[in-house]
């Protein structure tokens, strides 16, 4: 079975200023995937970032970066120059290789970005 | 050009009725799913849908009850509401197994 654990239920970052969401997993799947997903107020579920397991090179997407530790099943979001809208719910999530019918989400980290 | 919509957006109706909540793709992808987001933010896996054929039924009431026309289409329709089905319902879909999905903006059920 497989489990995300976000253990930041709340976090808050100035404006400009590079925060750090943490997630945890455990799977025993080979092949899987693991993804950052950003819920803003107006509820719409919005994918942030892509990583694949097999790849050790970590996904980036501009202000977006993750700290992928396989070893440690740890996969941390690095979000750099934070910007008002980024002011969100942010989901970590894994699905194994074959089968995102089987996407697992954690509970989310609640980040809001101060002017 | 949305790419999954899911009617209505918001839906208020008393305990014991029948509701239905649509969704379509235009995406062609072939996974569709139904998710619940209680009051606490948490996500959970409903149903999902391979090419019209269930795949995953995770322990839901009799009550909810998925149909797939087709593999564009995925409504949920529910039977004897009850306050406990109020929640946010988000209909998503995924080209092959293993990538991301892509959301519906939801659709808020309040139950009175």
């Known amino acids: 079975a497989q489990t995300v654990t976000q253990s930041q239920p709340e976090m808050s970052v100035q404006e400009a200023e590079t925060v750090t969401l943490s997630c945890t997993y455990d799977t025993s799947e080979n092949n899987y995937y693991l993804f950052w997903y950003k819920q803003p107020p107006s509820r719409q579920m919005i994918l942030v970032i892509r990583?694949?397991?097999?790849?050790?090179q970590n996904a980036t997407e501009n202000r977006f970066s993750v700290n992928f530790q396989k070893a440690a099943k740890s996969f941390s979001l690095k979000i750099s120059d934070s910007q008002l809208g980024d002011t969100a719910m942010y989901f970590c999530?894994?699905?194994?290789?074959?089968?995102?019918?089987?996407?697992?989400f954690g509970k989310g980290t609640k980040l809001t970005v101060n002017p | 050009d949305t790419a999954v919509s899911q009617t209505p957006k918001y839906l208020v109706t008393q305990m014991g009725n029948d509701k239905s909540i649509k969704c379509e793709q235009n995406?062609?992808?072939?996974?569709m799913y139904w998710y619940k987001q209680d009051s606490k933010k948490f996500l959970k896996i409903m149903f999902s849908?391979?090419?019209?054929?269930?795949?995953i039924n995770e322990t839901v009431p009799n009550r909810f009850s998925p149909k797939s026309p087709d593999k564009a289409h995925l409504n949920l329709h529910i039977n004897s509401l009850e306050l406990g089905d109020s929640a946010v319902y988000f209909c998503a879909s995924s080209h092959q197994t293993g990538s991301e999905a892509f959301f519906g903006q939801g659709t808020r059920l309040t139950v009175v």
């Open positions: 849908y391979n090419n019209k054929e269930l795949i």
């Open positions: 990583q694949e397991a097999y790849k050790q």
């Open positions: 999530a894994s699905s194994p290789q074959g089968g995102s019918e089987k996407l697992v």
């Open positions: 995406l062609g992808h072939d996974t």
